[in-house]
């Protein structure tokens, strides 16, 4: 199992991002996908998690209404499309199957 985030990066309070997470190593389509983040000094929290056929979602409080989870289950492929940034959204934002986790990709939220 490899999970590859990329598509973080410094970006200014009010705009956006879309992080993708990459897989291989197993039937995509077969799972449900979480994306994860980690900020310095805290605990690892979920983010959103999206059902194998992407048909449910589920998203932290902190996000709802400003961030989508979708797949493409042909690509392999899960997004996390991030609007109206805040600072607090500064993180490392991973990508996890069960107990599988990519390396992480650093959204830092600054003017």
């Known amino acids: 199992v490899q999970l590859v985030e990329s598509g973080g990066g410094l970006v200014q309070p009010g705009g956006s991002l879309r992080l993708s997470c990459t897989a291989s190593?197993?039937?995509?389509?077969?799972?449900?996908m979480s994306w994860y983040r980690q900020a310095p000094g805290k605990e690892r929290e979920l983010v959103a998690f999206?059902?194998?056929?992407?048909?449910?979602?589920n998203y932290a409080d902190s996000v709802k209404g400003r961030f989508t989870i979708s797949r493409n289950n042909a690509t392999n492929t899960v997004y996390l499309q991030m609007n109206s940034l805040k600072p607090e959204d500064t993180a490392v934002y991973y990508c996890?199957?069960?107990?599988?986790w990519g390396q992480g990709t650093q959204v830092t939220v600054s003017s």
């Open positions: 190593g197993f039937t995509f389509s077969s799972y449900g």
């Open positions: 999206i059902s194998s056929g992407g048909g449910s979602t």
């Open positions: 996890r199957r069960g107990g599988y």
